[in-house]
Each structure stands twice: as structure tokens, then as C-alpha cells.
């Protein structure tokens, strides 16, 4: 239905900032939500954050302070600002979309993934 485009990826020093971005495309959608989870590897999946349609946001505990998300609604696109990166931040990130089909279904698309690992 719809396509999320990731990129902003990439090795970044430990205190660092990187700043990821998530397109989607499509006309006519009807967004509920904006976010992003990661997956570390040997570990659980973790949301990271999210942003509503009001622009309401909510941050894990782990990031809380040192990511920032926001939403272009004019371009369909999510951003996720990560400053003062930590190892433990070495994942890959996944942005997700909410949105409505028809009149009252709610879809969940995913974009491909992008890596981004703090390294020294």
C-alpha cells in the first residue's frame, strides 16, 4: 500500500549524533502515528519512540533526553535525532507508520531498516 524509505544510518563515535529520516509515500494518507523501534543484536526489540497526529511523543527510558522525534506531516516523513550516542545504541533501527484504510482500519507498515552502530 504504502513504501517507508529509511536512510541516516551509519558508524558514529561514541558522543555523537546522527539523524535518521523516514519517508512514506502515497497520497490521500490518513497518518495516526509515527515511530521507530531498533533491534540489538542478542537482544529484545525496543520502541524507541513515537509521535501522534496531535504531536504527542513518548520515549523509552533508555533514550529519554537524548533523542528527539518530529514529523514533517506536509512530506509524510519522520525524523529521529540521536545525540550523545552510547554503544549500547548499535542497532538497527526500523520507522513504522500508522494509518487508516477505509473508515476505521488501522495498518502498521514497516521501512526496510537502517544500521547504526557506535563504535570507537
Same mark, same amino acid.
Not at 531498533?38 to 526489540?45: H, M, S, T, V, Y
Not at 473508515?103 to 526496510?112: E, V
Given at each position: 500500500?504504502?513504501?517507508?524509505?529509511?536512510?541516516?544510518?551509519? /558508524?558514529?563515535?561514541?558522543?555523537?549524533?546522527?539523524? /535518521? @529520516?523516514? #519517508?512514506?509515500s502515497g497520497?490521500? /494518507?490518513?497518518?495516526?502515528?509515527?515511530?521507530? %523501534?531498533?533491534?540489538?543484536?542478542?537482544?529484545?526489540?525496543?520502541e524507541v #519512540?513515537?509521535?501522534?497526529? !496531535?504531536? !504527542?511523543?513518548?520515549?523509552?527510558? !533508555?533514550?529519554?533526553?537524548?533523542?528527539?522525534? !518530529?514529523?514533517?506531516? #506536509?512530506?509524510?516523513?519522520? %525524523? /529521529?535525532?540521536?545525540?550523545? =550516542?552510547?554503544?549500547?545504541?548499535?542497532?538497527?533501527?526500523?520507522? %513504522? =507508520?500508522? %494509518?487508516?484504510? $477505509? @473508515?476505521?482500519?488501522?495498518?502498521?507498515?514497516?521501512?526496510? $531498516?537502517?544500521?547504526?552502530?557506535?563504535? @570507537?
Amino acid at each position: 500500500q504504502v513504501q517507508l524509505v529509511e536512510s541516516g544510518g551509519g /558508524l558514529v563515535q561514541p558522543g555523537g549524533s546522527l539523524r /535518521l @529520516s523516514c #519517508a512514506a509515500s502515497g497520497n490521500m /494518507l490518513r497518518i495516526h502515528a509515527m515511530g521507530w %523501534y531498533r533491534q540489538a543484536l542478542g537482544k529484545q526489540r525496543e520502541e524507541v #519512540a513515537f509521535i501522534t497526529t !496531535s504531536g !504527542s511523543t513518548k520515549y523509552a527510558d !533508555s533514550v529519554k533526553g537524548r533523542f528527539t522525534i !518530529s514529523r514533517d506531516n #506536509a512530506k509524510n516523513t519522520v %525524523y /529521529l535525532q540521536m545525540n550523545s =550516542l552510547k554503544f549500547e545504541d548499535t542497532a538497527v533501527y526500523y520507522c %513504522y =507508520l500508522d %494509518y487508516f484504510i $477505509g @473508515s476505521d482500519m488501522l495498518m502498521r507498515d514497516w521501512g526496510q $531498516g537502517t544500521q547504526v552502530t557506535v563504535s @570507537s
